[in-house]
């Protein structure tokens, strides 16, 4: 099992791809995280208030 | 089994425990499959461009597989006003929306070395762009009204729209002649299997990041009413 990461010619497609898919995949599983992490925030928050009342 | 998992405790309990597991799956997958993709060996007639395949293909896959989701959720949230249906549309869409942006990007730059050109209004590419124009219009829809009924109303009727794209998306290199390829079987087990593997590692992907999705959305929607709750004391 050969580990092959000369594209040659076609590097700029070949990793231009993954390098656009690395991206996007990346950011949109941070940005879902971070959502979570706020929403729970906000509730927990929210909870408290509505306790002291 | 649907009505079971309306109640959003419920369903939220039942699926918590999965998500720990659908994200070292989607890691122990992604790098399986790009181990296996570049250690294939490089197509006879394509080149080493064959490996743009193990990503387009997913994503283009999947980003139609979740508008069927999103479809089917929508006519649940419709017809039967199931709870969960909403959001379960909601938490997909961004992700079928980037998953179908990779699908027409990692195309383009599979088709440039390929065909000469990046893009072509045949009927498969611009089928395609359609489907990613219903994901930005109804998130966009979603996101421009404030009462969630109305919102999830207006949007799950153009979800069930937007379905009439489906079958064109995927008819279309059998109705049109384009660039495009028509639908092909892989059975050299040098590409069927980095394939699948990157198949099953995107779909692991999309299960865990829908779980994290629908879990905000319900967490939002709890904290909206509490919210309004309080205000209203």
Known sequence: MHLDLDMGKYAVYVWGSYGASAVALVTLTLLSLRAQVRARKVLEALQKAAETL | MITFLANPERFTALTRPLRPWLASLTGLLFATGLVLAFTSPEDYQQGDTVRIMYIHVPAAILGLSIYAAMGVASFFGLIFRHALADAAAKALAPIGAVLTLLALVTGALWGKPMWGTPWQWDGRMTS??????????????????????????????????????????????????????????????DIYLPLMVMLGAHISLVAWLFLIRLDSEILTRKYKALRARLSFN
């Open chain 2, 128 to 189: 395609e762009l359609v489907l990613f124009l219903f994901y930005v219009g109804y998130i966009a829809l979603h996101a421009s009204i404030d009462d969630e009924v109305r919102a999830a109303k207006m949007t799950a009727i153009l979800a069930l729209v937007g379905l009439v794209n489906l079958p064109i998306v995927h008819y279309s290199v059998v109705w049109w002649s384009g660039l495009h390829q028509a639908n092909a079987v892989v059975t050299t087990h």
